[in-house]
């Protein structure tokens, strides 16, 4: 993965992507940052070091350094990141209030469920109820010899 990197533009931005990946993983960050002394292989040690130290002691780690620096120097490219920054902010909150809104719908449906099986319970036990009073009804029209 390291060492096919090159440096134009949209390699450095697919190479931090990838560590980012593989630094954002706790065995990740452990590794980039406590293990890279014990990479043998020297071109993916300089990348390695470069990320867990951000000391740039290598020609090639320099070239990052030197596009790194100037993508943070280009008003232009800061603009567009923090323009898709916020994009990305604001989709992750409309998710969030589509998410909530949902729950709410749920719960209301949820709600109203209860309340309408409340109901049918409570006609459920006037028909009881009426049932019980015309059975009485019925057993003292019979003792009285009138049914």
Same mark, same amino acid.
């Given at each position: 993965?390291? #060492? ?9 931005? /697919? ?19 406590? %293990?890279?002394? !014990?990479?043998?292989?020297? *071109?993916? %040690?300089?990348? /390695? ?13 320099? !070239?990052?350094?030197?596009?790194? #620096? ?7 490219? =800061? ?6 920054? #916020?994009? /990305? !902010? ?13 729950? =709410? ?26 049932? *019980? =009073? ?11 010899? /009138?049914?």
């Amino acid at each position: 993965m390291f #060492q096919r990197l090159s440096f134009a533009p949209n390699s450095l931005r /697919l190479a931090n992507a990838d560590i980012n990946v593989v630094a954002c993983s706790p065995c990740g960050i452990y590794y980039i940052f406590n %293990k890279y002394k !014990d990479v043998a292989e020297k *071109s993916v %040690k300089e990348y /390695l070091e470069y990320f867990a130290t951000n000391k740039a002691t290598s020609q090639v780690t320099q !070239d990052i350094e030197r596009l790194r #620096q100037w993508y943070l120097s280009d008003n232009e490219t =800061r603009k567009r990141y923090m323009t898709w920054q #916020q994009e /990305l !902010d604001d989709m992750v909150y409309e998710e969030r209030e589509r998410t909530k809104a949902a729950e =709410r719908r749920a719960d209301e449906a949820e709600s109203r469920a209860d309340k309408a099986e409340s109901r049918a319970d409570e006609e459920k036990s006037r028909a009881d109820e009426a049932e *019980s =009073r015309a059975e009485r009804y019925e057993k003292i029209l019979k003792e009285h010899g /009138l049914l």
